[in-house]
């Protein structure tokens, strides 16, 4: 079964440092796909980046970039320069290949930027 | 048109009370869920939809009920809650299929309180 490990449960900064969210992932699919949610405290979720098992690049929008690494089952968030606005609580979701099983998130990480 | 709109928004019932959550989507998506999420933990799946038709339900308990009238609406009817069920409520919209995982949108939910 599809799991999605979040080991960090809060994460404190001062604003301008950078942070890294930690996801590790567990699937016995090959194809399959994670995702990236941002909860503010208003509730909604709002989609940050999905990424296919295929595509290990890494990728950068913005302040935000993302580390995909196969080999040890982790899809890592990082923030650069954070800021107040970037509090919120952050999840890892993933989804396997077939479609039939939704998304399964991780227990999330709430991170606290102070100004 | 690339939201999804959940009414009421804030929802206060007693334990007698029988009240409806609605959801609604205008892009086309096919599929349609419903997550319960508890303060501080990740959203966790009740139902699932397909093409109107119910195709997961989480061991939710009865009183919890969802309809799908249609292929942009989606109710969840609520009946002789317990106040352990007072969460926040998210509707979400995919496409089906192995597109599933192109796109899933979540509506900002309805936090509901049973008293």
């Known amino acids: 079964a599809q799991k999605v490990t979040q080991a960090q449960t809060e994460i404190s900064v001062v604003e301008k440092e950078d942070v890294t969210l930690d996801c590790v992932y567990e699937?016995?699919?090959?194809?399959?796909?994670l995702f990236w949610y941002k909860q503010p405290p208003s509730g909604e979720l709002v989609f940050l980046i999905r990424?296919?098992?295929?595509?290990?690049q890494n990728e950068i929008s913005g302040r935000y970039s993302w580390n995909f690494q196969k080999s040890t089952s982790s899809f890592n968030f990082t923030i650069t320069a954070s800021q107040v606005v970037d509090s919120a609580v952050y999840f890892c979701?993933?989804?396997?290949?077939?479609?039939?099983?939704?998304?399964?998130f991780g227990k999330g990480t709430r991170l606290s930027v102070i100004a | 048109d690339t939201e999804v709109t959940q009414t009421p928004k804030h929802l206060v019932m007693g334990m007698t009370n029988k009240k409806s959550l609605k959801c609604e989507q205008h892009?086309?998506?096919?599929?349609m869920y419903w997550y319960k999420q508890k303060a501080k933990k990740p959203p966790e799946l009740m139902f699932v939809?397909?093409?109107?038709?119910?195709?997961i339900n989480e061991s939710v308990p009865s009183r919890f009920s969802p309809e799908c009238p249609n292929s942009s609406l989606l109710n969840l009817h609520l009946h002789a809650l317990q106040p352990e069920d007072s969460a926040l409520y998210l509707c979400?919209?995919?496409?089906?299929?192995?597109?599933?995982?192109?796109?899933?949108?979540f509506g900002s939910g309805t936090r509901l309180t049973v008293v």
């Open positions: 979400a919209s995919s496409p089906t299929g192995t597109a599933v995982n192109y796109g899933y949108t």
């Open positions: 699937t016995r699919d090959t194809t399959y796909y």
């Open positions: 990424r296919n098992s295929f595509d290990e």
């Open positions: 979701a993933l989804s396997e290949e077939s479609g039939n099983t939704p998304l399964v």
């Open positions: 892009m086309g998506h096919r599929a």
């Open positions: 939809y397909s093409y109107e038709k119910l195709s």
